[in-house]
């Protein structure tokens, strides 16, 4: 019986400071994934995207924007509706869900996972679809056959499909282009010189919205 009380009193020990070591900051934040993209299925492919800045979330004074803020960045960085479209999303937050749900006993020790309700998810997923990325087919593009097309095609196909060049504005894509290419360093993909980035922001501007 003693030998019984010690190993469980070890295990138990064992456990406490495995738990306190997990909550340490550093070991938390590798584990949670860091930015965009985390342990909850996010993944890009080595690494993770850049978390998004609240402030140029679409309509960041929201109902749907204050969800995302409040659910989304507990356990990795805080996505942008433009990571999926419209028809995607509604799966997306559906596995997220199923993932918060899932989460094991040492999840629950790092920190409480706060899950939306049905009227919020409902209110969650109709913000990411109304601002979701919308894509359009390589034939659909203007000027198909112009370099700017093409240098567009060939990057931007990399991560995702083709977004719309009316997505955006003129004034909004060189620093919409800018994030994508952090979000291409991040995960590792290659990256386009200089003077094709200019020739995709020169494409995009001219065919923008």
């Known amino acids: 019986m003693l030998i ?4 469980v009193c070890s ?9 306190i070591l997990l909550c340490s900051t550093p070991l938390r934040a590798q584990m949670m994934g860091g930015g965009h993209h ?4 996010l993944g890009g492919q080595d690494g993770f995207p850049p978390a998004t800045d609240p402030a140029s ?3 960041p004074d929201s109902s749907g924007a204050k969800l995302l803020r409040r659910y989304c960045d507990q356990c990795h960085g805080l996505p942008g509706p433009g990571l999926h479209t419209a ?3 509604p799966a997306v937050v559906a596995r997220m869900k199923r993932n918060m749900d899932q989460s094991g006993m040492m999840m629950r020790l790092m920190h409480h996972v706060r899950k939306p309700n049905k009227k919020e998810t409902e209110t969650l997923v109709a913000y990411l679809q109304a ?8 034939a659909s593009l203007p000027d198909p056959d112009s370099p700017g097309a093409h240098a567009f095609q060939r990057t931007c196909s990399q991560c995702h499909a083709l977004p719309d060049p009316k997505q955006h504005t003129a004034a909004e894509w060189p620093a919409t282009v800018t994030r994508m290419t952090q979000n291409m360093r991040s995960m590792n993909v290659p990256v386009p010189d200089s003077a094709t980035l200019e020739r995709i922001v020169g494409y995009l501007t ?3 919205k």
């Open 4 to 7: 019984k009380q010690r190993l």
């Open 11 to 19: 295990i138990l020990v064992i456990f406490c400071w495995t738990s």
């Open 38 to 41: 985390g342990m909850f299925g």
């Open 57 to 59: 979330l679409p309509e």
């Open 87 to 89: 028809e995607e999303w």
């Open 131 to 138: 601002n979701g990325r919308k894509t359009v087919d390589a």
């Open 206 to 208: 001219q065919n923008a």
